[in-house]
């Protein structure tokens, strides 16, 4: 019987892959062959969507951005069998996007089904947790902050100094709560976890349940991610059928269970405060720190809050060894991170390789260019309040130190490509217009420094280029960046302040490098 693999996730179900899985199964029982359908998770490579693939003795056998009318012509031409058509890829695990990576975190990616608790543990899953088991929670922590793990929300804290404070904090309750308020523009690689290997996610909460003493964790999901919700729901489900979680972890006598909360649609609610008050059930607005989340965070309680990639990671570092998950990448940065090419890029999607790579080769090696085919003016790195990168930095290692020298900021992993049509003074606009409508309202200099900076770019791209109008715009953002409550504010200059630096052209001004300000400090 042949094993045909079709994808389940948002990306390829909203390319028709649904329609293309039902065509498969009609033809097949139309031919009297005996087919077995698999819906595996997407392997991340977006551009070639939907991906079929055909088990083969050789591997699996590709064929890209197939459609329902394309699936008669494949059994005609013997595509059980690996053969040629003009869908073609190949094997697909030597498509150079693919083989080029460094895949960790998502080493089950579009390779299993993402529900079969089989498959997971047929390709590694649990190992980590099994081993975690046999650790002392103190053990557990010490090795997360060998392994050099950072937190991959955007922050890039230690993960395992997070985790030791709340294991040695007291209290009768403690908290795991995952943020997967995945909001910001041209990322995707939480939903892909979470749609294509959800037990990946299950067993990093449960690990750091077990260190910290924590009983109870909650993954934070934004509302638009509605496949993500199910594929969590079922897998967890299926966990506790399983006995991962429960009262008695892998038969432990570790408690640990799991709850899939759905957010409310609010940006700001990305920041971990405005998180935990969303869980709580209020208003998502930002709290004061301190105190920390780690000492009392959800209902007061000590509280690890992670983003999907950290806790997805925390199992390949307990199944190979800190020093293993060490051994990639350079500097502070240790690791991998999945990378994800949106835009105006020709060949859009995830690509996992380890810290150190430049934004060019991630843009022309694995991307290709353009989609539009006309020259990349400037990439915005790091969500929608990155800064905008023009070429002469793109050879800058991607590297979290090497970024915050240059005013930049890696964040999730997000690469928005803009060509040479693009405006940066539009671009600039709207990173301000963005933070008056998503800001919660409580601290003034976003609130209010959001809707003035929408007023002042408006007077200098309508022709009022004096110093005083710059030199205001730049005072703001200087307030902005230094007076905010979180990063909703503190970020929001970032891409308004690289916009007037590289591109003063689009704003009418004279293309002189400015001064050094606060955000490129």
């Known amino acids: 019987m042949t ?59 590709g064929y890209a951005n197939v459609e329902e009318t394309d699936v008669k012509s494949l059994f005609e031409t013997g595509f ?36 079969s608790t089989d498959d997971y543990v047929a390709h590694g899953g649990l190992e980590g947790l099994r081993r975690a088991l046999t650790m002392t929670g103190a053990d557990v922590c010490e090795s997360l902050i060998e392994s050099g793990l950072r937190g991959r929300g955007g922050a890039a804290f230690p ?26 523009s ?11 290997d959800p037990y990946v996610l299950i067993e990093g909460m449960t690990i750091a349940g077990i260190a910290v003493d924590a009983t109870v964790g909650y993954i934070y999901v934004r509302s638009e991610y509605p496949h993500s919700i199910a594929a969590l729901e079922e897998a967890i489900a299926r966990a506790r059928a399983k006995g991962w979680l429960g009262d008695d972890v892998l038969g432990s006598g570790k408690r640990f269970d799991l709850f899939v909360a759905k957010g409310a649609g609010a940006y700001v609610c990305g920041e971990e405060t405005a998180l935990l008050e969303s869980l709580e059930g209020k208003r998502g607005i930002v709290r004061a720190k301190p105190p920390l989340p780690a000492l009392a965070g959800l209902y007061g309680k000590p509280t690890v809050i992670n983003n999907v990639i950290t806790l997805a990671t925390v199992p390949i570092i307990f199944a190979k060894g800190a020093a293993y998950y060490k051994d990639f990448g350079m500097g502070r940065s240790r690791g991998t991170l999945p990378f994800q090419l949106a835009g105006n890029i020709a060949r859009g999607g995830l690509v996992e390789v380890a810290f150190g790579v430049t934004l060019r080769e991630l843009m022309v090696d694995y991307g290709g260019g353009t989609a539009s085919g006309r020259p990349a003016r400037a990439v915005q790195v790091g969500g929608p309040l990155g800064t905008y990168l023009p070429e002469s930095q793109w050879d800058i290692p991607m590297d979290y130190e090497a970024y915050a020298a240059v005013g930049a900021v890696v964040g999730h992993g997000g690469l928005v490509v803009h060509d040479d049509t693009a405006n940066l003074a539009d671009l600039a606009q709207y990173a301000m ?75 009418g001004l004279e293309p002189v490098q400015p001064a050094a300000d606060a955000a490129a400090a």
């Open 3 to 61: 094993r045909i693999y079709v994808p389940r996730d948002s990306s390829a179900l909203a390319l028709g892959a649904d329609d293309v899985a039902a065509a498969i199964q009609r033809e097949a029982a139309a031919r009297g062959l005996a087919i077995e359908l698999v819906r595996n998770g997407s392997r991340g490579l977006l551009y070639l969507e939907p991906l079929v693939e055909v088990e083969t003795p050789d591997g699996r056998v």
């Open 80 to 115: 059980l069998q690996g053969a040629q058509h003009a869908r073609s890829v190949g094997l697909v695990e030597q498509i150079p996007y693919l083989r080029k990576q460094q895949r960790l975190t998502f080493a089950r990616i579009g390779i299993t089904d993402p529900l």
């Open 159 to 184: 993960a395992g100094i997070k985790w030791r404070t709340v294991a040695q904090a007291k209290a009768d309750q403690k908290y795991i709560v995952c943020n997967a308020d995945e909001g910001d």
């Open 186 to 196: 041209g990322t995707f690689s939480d939903r892909l976890v979470m749609e294509s």
């Open 433 to 507: 217009e963005f933070c008056t409508l998503e800001s919660c309202g409580k601290c003034t200099p976003c609130r209010i420094g959001s809707t003035r900076g929408v007023e002042v770019i408006a007077k200098i791209r309508k022709g009022d280029t004096s110093e005083k109008q710059v030199t205001l715009l730049r005072d703001l953002c200087d307030t902005m960046v230094s007076g905010s409550l979180c990063a909703m504010g503190g970020m929001t200059p970032y891409p308004v302040i690289s916009a007037l630096n590289y591109f003063p052209e689009d704003f």
